[in-house]
């Protein structure tokens, strides 16, 4: 059947509407595509970035959504510290159950753990994080660290304390628990040694969370006096075949014995001074000074209070003494 319509024109308002629509199409999808293009430009921007492979059981999946959904764009701030042009392969994070065999021989209160030759990460989200950790997302990313550390590494032995103290500077900024953790440590305990450090983390709880908290300082100062580049330096020569010791004192251009005294005397703030001031000793002293103080303020305040006694009487008996003799002109002074 023909259309009775046809050849007859639509009326112009019906033209110029599709023409809108086509208009608000093509609007909505070049938007789309900059906002794209911004995100890929920021990402490219930011850095090469690990890919995760999430592993768990059915009954940890909520963890496992969880753990999908992290952010890794931050991780490209890693790979750039450790020196590494890319990540490498994919990184498998096994989310497991504290009963299982990833548990076997791991201190009831790890909350997560990295292989670094296989490239894996293991983690138990049941267990709550302690310090230097505050969220599942800071033990992943710290064990991520690890990985990639050791990779820029070459898989070569890095001592225990810069694994550590790096993946701990890298995880997460430095605040007022880690500065007051830190001065604790360095105020009332004995001062170790690196190679000391390394066995602690081998301790129970307080001693790992001491060594991290150590570990920690000392990377943070040769960030502070070396340049950020300088964690990457030292594993690019490790990489290369030489000692951790080597590459450290090519690096800094101090050997290990050096470095090391160099952090503690640039500690003698905590170390030195606020023990003496605060120490039984001081503390007694200081109220003996402020007690003399006291009492000489005591002293003079009542030496001036006896001269403007003095002052006074005087100013009284030349008054009376001079009492009822009559001015020049016949009036009485008072």
Do not use: C
């Not at 595509?33 to 921007?45: C, D, K, M, Q, S």
């Not at 009831?108 to 296989?118: E, H, I, M, N």
């Not at 950790?133 to 990779?151: F, G, K, M, N, P």
């Not at 983390?201 to 920690?216: K, M």
Request: proline share 6%; net charge positive.
């Amino acid at each position: 059947m023909t259309d009775p319509t046809a050849g007859i024109a639509r009326p112009t308002a019906d033209r110029t509407r599709d023409a809108g629509t086509v208009t608000d199409n093509d609007s909505v999808r070049t938007a789309a595509l900059l906002v794209l293009g911004l995100l890929l430009t920021t990402r490219a921007a930011a850095g090469p970035t690990p890919a995760l492979i999430v592993e768990a059981p059915p009954a940890m999946a909520a963890a496992q959504r969880r753990v999908e959904s992290y952010d890794v764009t931050p991780l490209a701030d890693v790979v750039r510290m450790v020196g590494l042009d890319e990540p490498g392969p994919p990184i498998k994070v096994v989310l497991a159950d504290t009963r299982s065999d990833w548990s076997a021989g791991v201190p009831a209160w790890t909350a997560g753990y990295a292989l670094g030759a296989a490239g894996r990460i293991v983690l138990f989200p049941a267990r709550s994080p302690g310090y230097p950790h505050d969220t599942l997302e800071d033990v992943l990313r710290h064990e991520v660290a690890h990985i990639l550390i050791s990779r820029a590494a070459g898989h070569r032995a890095v001592p225990r304390w810069f694994h550590e103290g790096l993946a701990v500077t890298v995880e997460r900024r430095w605040g007022l628990e880690d500065r007051t953790f830190l001065a604790s440590n360095l105020m009332f305990r004995r001062r170790p040694t690196l190679r000391a450090i390394d066995t602690l983390f081998s301790g129970g709880r307080e001693a790992q969370a001491r060594a991290y908290s150590l570990s920690a300082a000392v990377v943070r100062d040769l960030l502070a006096h070396y340049g950020n580049g300088a964690p990457a330096a030292i594993l690019g020569r490790v990489a290369q075949g030489a000692t951790f010791d080597a590459a450290l004192a090519r690096v800094t251009g101090r050997p290990l014995p050096a470095f090391e005294a160099d952090f503690w005397t640039r500690q003698r703030t905590w170390t030195i001074w606020v023990p003496l001031l605060a120490s039984s000793s001081v503390m007694w002293l200081a109220v003996v000074a402020l007690a003399a103080l006291a009492w000489r303020r005591r002293r003079l305040r009542g030496a001036q209070l006896r001269q403007r006694w003095a002052a006074d009487d005087a100013a009284a008996g030349a008054r009376d003494s001079g009492a009822g003799e009559p001015s020049a002109d016949g009036e009485r002074l008072e």
